[in-house]
């Protein structure tokens, strides 16, 4: 992947300086995925087939990481849910509070015909993440609900008294 995009799928000027380097491989593709390919490449504003490839395999190294288990990721919980439904909106703050070392924050947005959509930002190991949003996503009033999982962590905000800096 040498077209300007790093191991990650970042592109290199976002990368700033931190530059990494970057090795170039070959793929042998049909002629139809490779149309494919070249189509999404352009309806999506990819700026490169390499940049292509690379966001496709970052996001399934990521979920090869998730279903591993236990690394410490970041990600989100999307909600979509009926703000109307009897007690939901207390249930999901339960669940947040009662996880409150893996919730870092949340948002939520009043959508139109009685809907919210909230987001969830969570730290933690993959399998505790999942269990979280399995409970979230199927309390009874939420329409739909999806996991984003990344490969990183958010650094901490204040080191706590006894922690290395």
């Given at each position: 992947?040498?077209?300007?995009?790093?191991?990650?799928?970042?592109?290199?000027?976002?990368?700033?300086a931190?530059?990494?380097?970057?090795?170039?491989?070959?793929?042998?593709l049909?002629?139809?995925?490779?149309?494919?390919?070249?189509t999404?490449?352009g309806?999506?504003?990819?700026?490169?087939?390499?940049?292509?490839?690379?966001?496709?395999l970052?996001?399934?190294?990521?979920?090869?990481?998730?279903?591993?288990?236990?690394?410490?990721m970041?990600?989100?919980?999307?909600?979509?849910?009926d703000?109307?439904?009897?007690?939901?909106?207390?249930?999901?703050?339960?669940?947040?509070?009662?996880y409150?070392?893996?919730?870092?924050?949340?948002?939520?947005?009043?959508l139109?015909?009685n809907?919210t959509?909230?987001?969830?930002?969570?730290?933690g190991?993959?399998?505790k993440?999942q269990t979280?949003?399995?409970?979230?996503?199927?309390?009874?009033?939420?329409?739909?609900g999806?996991?984003?999982?990344?490969?990183?962590?958010?650094p901490?905000?204040?080191p706590f008294p006894?922690?290395?800096?």
């Amino acid at each position: 992947m040498t077209e300007g995009v790093t191991a990650s799928g970042v592109p290199e000027e976002a990368e700033g300086a931190r530059r990494r380097p970057v090795s170039r491989v070959s793929l042998s593709l049909s002629e139809d995925l490779l149309c494919e390919l070249d189509t999404m490449v352009g309806e999506r504003g990819f700026a490169s087939r390499s940049q292509a490839v690379a966001t496709i395999l970052h996001r399934s190294l990521v979920e090869h990481r998730h279903q591993v288990g236990d690394r410490v990721m970041v990600g989100t919980i999307t909600l979509c849910y009926d703000h109307l439904a009897n007690g939901l909106q207390q249930r999901l703050a339960e669940l947040q509070r009662r996880y409150i070392a893996e919730v870092i924050s949340s948002l939520h947005v009043h959508l139109m015909h009685n809907q919210t959509l909230e987001v969830v930002l969570v730290q933690g190991p993959a399998d505790k993440l999942q269990t979280i949003a399995d409970a979230m996503i199927t309390e009874r009033g939420v329409i739909s609900g999806r996991l984003e999982l990344v490969a990183a962590m958010i650094p901490p905000i204040h080191p706590f008294p006894g922690d290395s800096a």
